[in-house]
């Protein structure tokens, strides 16, 4: 079975532009949930998707937003992009039933904003 | 919203020796505390995990414990291996449709 894929891999973007990234989840898995990691803060919620539905969202301003489709895939998105938007970006899927389960991480969208 | 602290920073030992990893949440409802494990370049990936209705589960030489009195929960580590060497997270969730949330990591250093 394929693991989660993210694309791309790496992004450079200047600040006020906007990036989108990819999540594939594994086969069968409905759950995308996206975090953010930077050095010293760790993981945090973005957002999580559920049958196309976003489900929960985390404390971050509307500039993030996303969309699942019908095959689960995901995408996230950040418009006007600033300095502090440069962070690993990973998505994790999971069966979907609750949060109470293992996520299968990604690879992660390295992301720098200059 | 749920806060999960995580200590130490960094943890320093001798291959061989034990590691304690320590965790305390804030939100009595949380019921789900799982542990990933990220080495240097890689994805988180979950090591162990424990549910609110037992006080520890062990898996080899890994082992969580859960005070739910005190709202802590700690990883144990026993007969540390240069391959346990990475960042350890914790994390606390009331399950439903509530995200995760993470302590901001342990970096475990396995000393030859």
């Known amino acids: 079975k394929a693991g989660v894929t993210q694309t791309p891999r790496y992004l450079i973007k200047t600040r006020g532009q906007q990036v989108t990234l990819s999540c594939s989840p594994i086969s069968g898995h409905r759950s995308v949930s996206w975090y953010q990691q930077t050095p010293g803060q760790g993981l945090q919620f973005l957002f999580e998707?559920?049958?196309?539905?976003?489900?929960n969202k985390g404390n971050f301003p509307g500039r993030f937003s996303g969309r699942q489709f019908s095959n689960s895939r995901s995408e996230m998105n950040v418009s006007t992009l600033e300095l502090g938007d440069s962070a690993l970006y990973l998505c994790?899927?999971?069966?979907?039933?609750?949060?109470?389960?293992?996520?299968?991480f990604g690879s992660g969208t390295q992301l720098s904003v200059l | 919203g749920e806060n999960v602290e995580q200590h130490p920073s960094t943890l320093s030992v001798q291959e061989g020796d034990s590691a304690v990893i320590k965790c305390t949440y804030s939100?009595?409802?949380?019921?789900?505390f799982p542990w990933y494990k990220q080495e240097l370049g890689k994805r988180p990936q979950l090591i162990i995990d424990?549910?609110?209705?037992?006080g520890e589960k062990k898996d080899q030489r890994i082992a969580v414990t859960l005070n739910k009195t005190a709202k802590h929960f700690s990883l144990h580590i026993t007969e540390t291996q240069p391959e346990d060497s990475a960042v350890y997270f914790c994390?606390?969730?009331?399950?439903?449709?509530?995200?995760?949330?993470f302590g901001k990591g342990t970096h475990l250093i396995i000393q030859p």
């Open positions: 998707y559920f049958s196309e539905t976003q489900r």
């Open positions: 939100d009595s409802a949380s019921n789900y």
């Open positions: 424990i549910r609110s209705n037992v």
């Open positions: 994790a899927s999971s069966f979907g039933g609750t949060t109470n389960e293992k996520l299968f």
């Open positions: 994390a606390a969730s009331k399950g439903g449709a509530d995200g995760l949330t």
